[in-house]
């Protein structure tokens, strides 16, 4: 017969037809007799592995399991007649099967044989078919199959490398290319799965993409590390640079005891991340990749560090890709579970800030909001009590993220901008003073204190000349465009049509910025409605603007605009809530200006009420980036018309 648990676990009998294994505790019992390797495995382990508080009756329960399993086994097999797959030996009970009738020593067997002769190439690579998910995918709670889980991956990991390194010395391997980037991609700390992706791509002729690959590695050891670069990485360079026709093997491109973990990938996803541009979109998908390989391996302390380390600033309370945040924050929690209430105070602080910063999506559910805020104020509590500046700031980024909970709270938010300027001035954080910066700006723009916000915006600008941060002056151009559409309603100011160049050059520069769909989509639209409304016009009504996530709330306007008034009552109807993010106090606006246009009491006294905490601030203004004017202006409107009798 033949077992599998390379994936779910099964059974085959000689004839290839499916052995009925029975229930959770039955296949468990079997894969627990498979790990074992054909040694007995005592009554008491079993029971152990099996339970994590054992019932009273638990040495029964699994009697009646191998019982099971063996008449499942051995359907054949005469009454009375001593059973020859699960036996009883000692203590205790084995599986007593040839090596080769189990996928999990088949592959081991071939991957021993593969290290001592490269000629057992074709067994290494039918072992490696044969993997179908994770091993033991079935037993997903037992802590002995999260250690043999572990294990396993570690074994398969090498044979995919091992298998490169083999066809490479061979004289082939240009193949390789593909999944060797794959592999990168999934497994970035794996440090021989570099060299042999460059061995690879020179194989391809692609010399500068080799000589590319291993210069990223000499950063992330000189930059992680302080290191210079090992004897194999300049040998293989130098190769590679002369166009050597045969490139010396590299069984340890990195050289003795040096090793880079997934949270040394995690911070190079940090750093790209900083760097905006394309690197965002990589580094959010390296980033997830690390999380997901941490996971595997079933070290939950690991898994922590690794989700904690990408403590990268973030601004906008829109995620860029609402999926990878929820796998994050999901991820987060379950290692959050993990640890428990006990567990180390750093990691459960840099977890809870990361559930906090990654559920910032403005369309998240009530009760997912509330949990991030709730993590917010854990993670800073936890970071105050360790007296880690670094940590604090990381917190009191989720605490901002978390701080859009109604209008009005731009003045509440400038205090924990200014305290994380105050902590990364002092402790030389850079890239949290810039954050500290454009926290300040948004909040002075929201609070309509132009000047203030303009000298945050220098101040911004100037960090981020040092800390290559370029999304900054993107952000500062749309400021600035802010400023001239709010100065072009003045007497004597610029012209309403400069102001629209200003955002259309903004718009321009934003679009050329890869990654930043939460920001980009919507805005520009936004932007010129908010112009319009400053100078008393109707709703831009240019078919071709995207109106992006606004649509709900813009859509009366755009309607009325083309004197469509039913529909517009309709659609006015019709829009939500404004979502907590930056520009909950622009669509309240909106709301309330086409309520008191269309006579909607209801809708025009929920309007006011809503806005009423926000009536000394700017619409608009909390994004830093456009503006609809003073909020008193459309709260007395949207009060007039609840007034009316």
């Not at 572990?150 to 090498?158: C, G, M």
């Amino acid at each position: 017969m033949r077992i599998d648990v390379l994936g779910a676990v099964r059974a085959f009998h000689d004839d290839g037809t499916p052995v009925d294994l029975g229930g959770p505790r039955h296949r468990e019992v079997l894969a627990r007799l498979v790990a074992a390797g054909g040694r007995m495995v005592p009554t008491d382990t079993l029971v152990e592995d099996l339970w994590a508080e054992p019932p009273v009756r638990a040495v029964g329960a699994l009697r009646t399991f191998v019982a099971a399993l063996r008449r499942a086994l051995e359907p054949g097999r005469p009454p009375r007649t001593p059973p020859r797959v699960l036996v009883t030996e000692g203590p205790g009970y084995a599986l007593c099967l040839p090596r080769d009738a189990v996928d999990v020593h088949r592959f081991e067997d071939a991957l021993a044989r593969a290290r001592r002769a490269p000629d057992a190439l074709a067994g290494l690579d039918a072992a490696l078919a044969a993997w179908r998910g994770p091993a033991y995918a079935d037993v997903s709670g037992s802590v002995w199959a999260q250690r043999e889980r572990a294990r396993l991956e570690e074994l398969r990991l090498e044979g995919v490398e091992l298998r490169a390194r083999l066809l490479l010395d061979s004289g082939s391997g240009a193949e390789l290319v593909a999944e060797l980037g794959a592999h990168v991609s999934e497994h970035p700390w794996r440090e021989p799965a570099w060299g042999l992706l460059a061995r690879a791509l020179y194989r391809a002729g692609r010399q500068a993409d080799a000589l590319a690959v291993l210069r990223r590695a000499r950063t992330m050891l000189v930059e992680q590390f302080g290191l210079d670069p090992g004897a194999e990485i300049r040998r293989l360079e130098t190769d590679i640079l002369r166009g050597a026709t045969t490139l010396q093997p590299a069984p340890s491109l990195w050289g003795a005891g040096v090793r880079l973990g997934p949270r040394t990938t995690v911070e190079l996803a940090r750093t790209l991340a900083l760097a905006g541009g394309d690197a965002l979109v990589h580094s959010r998908r390296d980033r997830l990749a690390a999380v997901q390989a941490a996971e595997r391996t079933g070290d939950i302390a690991l898994t922590a560090r690794v989700i904690g380390a990408y403590d990268v600033p973030a601004l906008w309370s829109r995620a860029d890709d609402p999926e990878q945040s929820r796998a994050v924050v999901a991820a987060a929690e379950r290692t959050l579970t993990a640890l428990g209430a006990g567990g180390p105070a750093e990691l459960r602080a840099r977890l809870l800030a990361t559930v906090a910063v990654e559920s910032r999506s403005a369309d998240r559910p009530a009760i997912e909001r509330r949990r991030a805020g709730q993590a917010a104020r854990e993670a800073e509590a936890l970071a105050r009590g360790l007296g880690d500046p670094a940590l604090l700031v990381f917190a009191l980024n989720g605490v901002f993220l978390q701080s859009f909970a109604r209008p009005g709270l731009a003045a509440a938010r400038d205090m924990v901008g200014a305290e994380i300027l105050g902590l990364a001035a002092r402790h030389g954080l850079a890239d949290f003073a810039v954050l500290g910066h454009l926290i300040r700006l948004q909040s002075a723009s929201a609070l309509g204190d132009l000047d203030t916000a303009a000298a945050h915006a220098e101040a911004a600008e100037q960090l981020a000349v040092s800390t290559e941060a370029s999304l900054v002056p993107v952000l500062t151009g749309w400021f600035r465009a802010r400023v001239t559409a709010a100065r072009s309603a003045e007497p004597g100011g610029p012209s309403a049509a400069t102001a629209a160049a200003r955002y259309r050059a903004a718009e321009d520069a934003l679009a050329g910025t890869a990654g930043m769909p939460g920001l980009h989509r919507g805005l520009f639209a936004l932007a010129l409605l908010g112009l319009r409304l400053l100078h008393e016009r109707p709703a831009p009504t240019d078919p071709a603007l995207d109106w992006g996530p606004y649509r709900p709330w813009t859509r009366p306007l755009v309607l009325l605009a083309h004197n469509r008034d039913e529909e517009a009552r309709t659609a006015l109807t019709m829009a939500p809530e404004p979502p907590p993010d930056h520009m909950q106090e622009a669509l309240w606006c909106l709301i309330a200006h086409a309520a008191a246009r269309l006579g909607e009491r209801p809708v025009a006294a929920r309007a006011a009420t809503a806005l009423r905490p926000a009536r000394s601030e700017d619409a608009g203004g909390a994004s830093g980036i456009l503006t609809l004017g003073p909020v008193a202006r459309y709260l007395a409107k949207a009060q007039a018309c609840a007034d009316k009798v």
